[in-house]
């Protein structure tokens, strides 16, 4: 019998595929295409992932079959989440622009006085166009982190919360389009162009019909509202909180992102608020469904399923505690 905690991804998998079936849906009859040419190479690389996470299983290396899986699922969330907000955004009403926009000014964000103000300091925006740029190597770090100290349960539940944060997130946007906090860098000497300015043609080619070309090596985050910048680096800092060093450089490392995002992202304030908002009720879900799938797996007499008594049962007990040692493993995480 497998571990449990090896079936808790099963978990995350199944939100994989309610994201797929959602995916399905949304793009039926819109015309879409795939650049066959430009899919092999994540092809490849999904396929590199499922070997590792397979020899991992197989050859009883249960970090690289940790790190292989979470990587594998990340992608997988990744690519389909995407194309989701692709659909989403073709079928997309008004653009609630105005709204947002509003919505910052009664929150006390004045965004040409931020602008102006950083267009000054190269060195903050430096700082925060690295910080915020840098999501997918957060990502990275804590994959490869947590799973080399063996902090597997802390993982999974990333993962998890991650894709419960990331497809909340799609859905909102979808029934709550915008173009973003646009600005034009021309006016400025040195803030950089946010991604909210470079995606401009492609959200109204998504809109008008015009791009239906789906580059899967070139994919984009076009959402607006919430900010998925601002739920993922809470996630991944929670996560490490009991990993020496990275307990303190993670929640930095969040915070920087998050504050640079507005002007990086192109974001309103209220998109960074909501998606903060979302942080919370996605770990709890994350822990809740990893956890009751690795419960769901355990067997209600541990090990065995016929109670073992007498002289043999000192030796099963000794092994077992000699196993254990052996392992090194640590509380609510399992590394064998």
């Known amino acids: 019998?497998?571990?449990?905690?090896?079936?808790?991804?099963?978990?995350?998998?199944?939100?994989?595929?309610?994201?797929?079936?959602?995916?399905?849906?949304?793009?039926?009859g819109l015309g879409f295409r795939i650049d066959a040419a430009r899919a092999i190479v994540p092809a490849a690389a999904i396929g590199l992932l499922w070997a590792g996470a397979v020899l991992g299983r197989t050859r009883g290396r249960p970090r690289l079959a940790a790190g292989a899986t979470a990587f594998l699922l990340m992608t997988s969330f990744t690519i389909i989440g995407v194309v989701l907000s692709y659909a989403l955004a073709a079928r997309a009403g008004p653009l609630w622009d105005g709204r947002l926009a509003a919505a910052d000014v009664r929150l006390g964000f004045e965004w040409p006085a931020v602008f102006d103000a950083l267009d000054g300091h190269p060195v903050a925006l430096w700082v925060g166009g690295v910080a915020y740029h840098s999501l997918t190597v957060q990502m990275i770090v804590c994959i490869v982190v947590l799973s080399a100290v063996g902090r597997f349960d802390a993982l999974r539940i990333a993962v998890a919360a991650a894709i419960v944060g990331g497809f909340a997130t799609i859905l909102i946007s979808g029934a709550m389009p915008a173009m973003g906090n646009v600005f034009d860098p021309a006016g400025y000497r040195r803030l950089w162009p946010s991604v909210a300015w470079m995606e401009r043609a492609m959200i109204v080619g998504l809109r008008d019909g015009s791009w239906r070309t789906l580059d899967l090596t070139q994919l984009m985050g076009i959402v607006t509202f919430p900010s998925f910048h601002a739920t993922l680096?809470?996630?991944?800092?929670?996560?490490?909180?009991d990993v020496p060093v990275?307990?303190?450089?993670?929640?930095?490392?969040?915070?920087?992102?998050?504050?640079?995002?507005p002007v990086f992202g192109g974001h309103y304030g209220v998109d960074v608020l909501a998606g903060i908002a979302i942080a919370p009720p996605a770990i709890v879900a994350g822990a809740y469904i990893v956890r009751v799938r690795a419960a769901a797996q355990r067997p209600i007499f541990g090990d065995a399923v016929t109670p073992i008594t007498g002289p043999a049962a000192g030796l099963r007990l000794a092994g077992r505690g000699r196993r254990r040692t052996a392992t090194g493993s640590g509380v609510g995480d399992d590394v064998v």
């Open 233 to 241: 680096p809470i996630i991944l800092a929670r996560a490490q909180r």
């Open 1 to 28: 019998m497998r571990h449990a905690n090896e079936t808790a991804d099963t978990a995350s998998w199944w939100l994989i595929v309610a994201m797929a079936g959602a995916c399905l849906i949304a793009c039926r």
């Open 246 to 261: 990275w307990r303190i450089v993670a929640p930095v490392w969040a915070g920087v992102t998050i504050v640079a995002t």
